[in-house]
């Protein structure tokens, strides 16, 4: 089992910025990637940005330059760093970790984002 517990979520105006963590634990060894979703009432989740035990990271095309992914080995985290947010990136956003792309894995319970115009 891995717990995944998200933080830093909150209020911020357009044009502002936000990090949010992810602390992992448990068994970590079988995690190769993390990665960060987001979801809105009555919308799928979807895929904001992740990032592989090599480094290797991808980004959904909304995010358009504004956004970084990083992970902090030593301390098991993972970070979203937004820049530039929009209104439209109100939502919230779950933490995920899984053995390869493509497979569920795990869940972190979520942090709201909100974006005031």
């Known amino acids: 089992q891995v717990q995944l517990v998200e933080s830093g979520g909150g209020l911020v105006q357009a044009g502002g910025s936000l990090t949010l963590s992810c602390a992992a634990s448990?068994?970590?060894?079988?995690?190769?990637?993390m990665g960060w979703y987001r979801q809105t009432p009555g919308k799928q989740r979807e895929l904001v940005a992740r990032i592989t035990n090599i480094g290797s990271t991808n980004y959904a095309t909304f995010v358009n330059g504004r956004f970084t992914i990083s992970r902090d080995n030593a301390k098991k985290t993972v970070y979203l760093q937004m820049n530039s947010l929009k209104p439209e990136d109100t939502a919230n956003y779950y933490c995920n970790a899984a053995s390869r792309i493509g497979l569920n894995g795990y869940w972190g319970q979520g942090t709201l984002v909100t974006v005031s115009s």
């Open positions: 448990g068994s970590i060894s079988s995690i190769n990637v």
